[in-house]
């Protein structure tokens, strides 16, 4: 990633976050599964990008932040991550945009660092646990 797309990553995620409810809302509304669920995944992406955007240029911060993130939540698959992906890129298009191709590359990338660690360590291709999808499964909170 490019100063240009770390900042424009920070300033889109800035103004996201000026109506931090509305933020959750527009990112739930994107997500399937019951409402609880939606709005626990929901809290999860915030918080996500909430700690890795900041260390988007200090790569050596962005590995553990990312895994510690990964750790308090149950194995994906690949579908999973690309529904919160869209979720993620419309709510901000909602709140922010439109957004320009600019800034949705540069989100494309973030996300992109994120997935290749999510792929190594906590991803669950093969769908091996189906019940991950329920409440009992959700997020936890990021201590």
């Given at each position: 990633?490019?100063?240009?797309?770390?900042?424009?990553?920070?300033?889109?995620?800035?103004?996201?976050?000026?109506?931090?409810?509305?933020?959750?809302?527009a990112?739930?509304?994107?997500?399937?599964?019951?409402?609880?669920?939606?709005?626990?995944?929901?809290?999860?992406?915030?918080?996500?990008?909430?700690c890795?955007?900041?260390?988007l240029?200090?790569?050596?911060?962005?590995?553990?932040t990312?895994?510690?993130?990964?750790?308090?939540?149950?194995?994906?698959?690949?579908?999973?991550?690309?529904?919160?992906?869209?979720?993620?890129?419309?709510a901000?298009?909602?709140r922010?945009?439109?957004?320009?191709?600019?800034?949705?590359?540069?989100?494309?990338?973030?996300?992109?660092?994120?997935?290749?660690i999510?792929?190594?360590?906590?991803?669950?291709?093969?769908?091996?646990?189906?019940?991950?999808?329920?409440?009992?499964?959700?997020?936890?909170a990021?201590?």
């Amino acid at each position: 990633m490019s100063p240009d797309d770390i900042s424009q990553v920070n300033r889109t995620w800035g103004l996201a976050l000026t109506d931090l409810d509305a933020l959750l809302e527009a990112v739930a509304d994107r997500l399937p599964g019951s409402v609880t669920f939606r709005a626990q995944r929901a809290q999860w992406i915030v918080r996500a990008v909430t700690c890795l955007s900041p260390v988007l240029d200090h790569p050596t911060a962005f590995v553990p932040t990312a895994i510690n993130l990964i750790s308090v939540r149950f194995p994906v698959t690949a579908e999973e991550l690309a529904v919160e992906r869209d979720a993620l890129l419309g709510a901000l298009d909602e709140r922010c945009g439109p957004l320009t191709p600019e800034t949705v590359q540069a989100w494309n990338l973030a996300i992109e660092l994120f997935g290749e660690i999510v792929c190594s360590i906590g991803m669950d291709p093969f769908d091996a646990f189906p019940d991950a999808v329920e409440p009992s499964h959700a997020p936890q909170a990021v201590p």
